[in-house]
């Protein structure tokens, strides 16, 4: 998915952090993501008070959204580098389509997984078979050692799920509760989807050398005993043994867990970017514009723009933020 702000900021990001309170609370802004009735999306990462947790560095939470009232998902061709974006549905389906020539569906349950390295565009548009569209995009950092390999995808359904005591899992990536994803990482990460019954309680073991994150889709509900309302993300430094989640509705209740070792590399993120330095950022930027080979060429959209513009850059450059 493409950040389509208009004037995105630049983020200079330290890695790592030694945050060592108790959960702290995200929340999300608002954001529009384009379409032709610009759909709207509540956006938790990156922000001020944190730009990452583990290798995590952006997360988009969207819908349940009526189709024919938002114009679905409609996003052009679009570049990336050194990062992987990660699309995860609850409802309706998106064709993704790349400049390697893959064209793939998501579907809720399933993974789509997109290593951009030194560089790659692609398109994601709602299909006609979508009424309802429901899901959350995020994004992984690279490390520096990996950010400049060559682009690959992979598409992952099937993937490990069971019932724990009044809730189930659904483990994306990582290991959980005794399942392991099958799906590579570059950096040790956890994702995870858990759906909890009406009030239902569920300690979690979790690695104690990671930070964690629990983004609500339905909700609310308590982490650690901090009430996390729909769309915030609830954070848990390195040092917790378990992640403690309860219910607090007569409803079922869904959240993302995402968890990682700690990033200690510091990045710059702007628009579609993930680099090192902001001569990195501007030369991405002008290879963008000038349709050069680096980030290749997706066949098959059919949309208008048939690509979307890198937007204008930052007046200024920022310094690296300060751990939290």
């Not at 950040?3 to 990001?13: G, R, T, V």
């Not at 009406?198 to 308590?222: F, I, K, W």
Request: charge should be negative; hydrophobic fraction near 40%.
């Amino acid at each position: 998915m493409s950040n389509l702000e208009a004037a995105p900021a630049e983020l200079a990001c330290r890695g790592g952090g030694p945050y060592t309170g108790g959960v702290e609370v995200l929340t999300a802004r608002d954001v529009p993501l384009g379409g032709p009735r610009a759909m709207p999306v509540r956006r938790t990462l990156p922000q001020r008070q944190r730009s990452l947790i583990g290798a995590w560095c952006f997360a988009d939470h969207y819908g349940p959204d009526d189709v024919a009232a938002t114009g679905g998902m409609v996003v052009a061709p679009h570049p990336h580098t050194g990062l992987q974006t990660v699309s995860w549905l609850f409802a309706g389906e998106i064709e993704h389509r790349d400049s390697l020539g893959t064209r793939a569906l998501v579907r809720p349950g399933e993974l789509n997984l997109m290593t951009s390295g030194h560089g790659i565009a692609h398109s994601e548009v709602s299909t006609d078979a979508t009424t309802v569209l429901h899901g959350v995009q995020l994004w992984v950092a690279l490390p520096d050692s990996d950010r400049h390999s060559a682009p690959a995808f992979g598409h992952y359904a099937g993937l490990p799920a069971a019932d724990l005591d009044g809730a189930t899992a659904r483990v994306f990536l990582g290991k959980l509760a005794g399942l392991e994803s099958p799906v590579p990482t570059y950096t040790p990460l956890l994702g995870a989807e858990i759906v909890l019954a009406a009030h239902a309680r569920l300690s979690l073991p979790v690695e104690p050398s990671h930070e964690h994150g629990v983004l609500v889709d339905a909700g609310p509900v308590s982490l650690s005993g901090t009430r996390l309302e729909r769309s915030e993300l609830g954070y848990l430094p390195p040092g917790s043994v378990t992640a403690e989640l309860a219910n607090l509705t007569g409803d079922p209740a869904r959240v993302l867990l995402l968890g990682g070792a700690p990033f200690t590399e510091d990045i710059v993120m702007w628009w579609n970017f993930v680099g090192r330095s902001h001569e990195e950022i501007v030369a991405f930027r002008e290879t963008w514009e000038a349709e050069l080979d680096q980030f290749g060429r997706v066949e098959g959209y059919q949309g208008t723009p048939r690509r979307i513009p890198a937007p204008p850059l930052p007046n200024a450059r920022l310094k690296p933020r300060s751990r939290p």
